[in-house]
């Protein structure tokens, strides 16, 4: 789907701070939005949270630096990483690339899914809280 000239994924789960989740069986992959991504800019380092932390849905877990930003990965749900995408160390232009397939951050095996899934956007909710942010970006570029 796409809003505002963003696109999100029907088949994903969208927090408010711009992550996603995907959901298959009883694994979450977890990434960043195409609209996170081109407001940073150019990704140009990663850090990752390490295989076997546990992380807490709406908590930070990692951060991504741009040559402008450095913000904070948020854990759409909670759970414990189980994997991280080793590729972005040497390569996490990805993300800006293929923040959906490619540029994946980490899986992991979610503590609370049910529960949490109800804190999360589906792509069809999400038309008013994107345009709403477009504004805010703009606002603070005035």
């Known amino acids: 789907m796409e809003i505002e000239g963003y696109q999100f994924p029907d088949d994903l789960y969208y927090h408010k701070e711009h992550f996603w989740a995907k959901v298959e069986g009883d694994v979450v992959t977890v990434g ?48 414990k990483v189980g994997s991280s995408n080793e590729e972005l160390e040497d390569s996490p232009e990805l993300i800006n690339e293929s923040p959906y397939q490619k540029g994946w951050m980490f899986k992991m095996s979610p503590s609370n899914l049910q529960e949490d899934l109800k804190n999360l956007m589906k792509a069809d909710a999400l038309g008013d809280f994107i345009k709403s942010e477009v504004e805010r970006v703009k606002k603070t570029k005035e």
């Open 32 to 79: 960043t939005t195409d609209f996170a991504q081109k407001l940073a800019g150019d990704i140009v380092f990663v850090e990752l949270p390490s295989i076997g932390k546990a992380v807490e849905q709406g908590k930070p877990c990692g951060s991504l630096e741009s040559g402008k930003w450095v913000g904070r990965i948020y854990a759409p749900v909670s759970g």
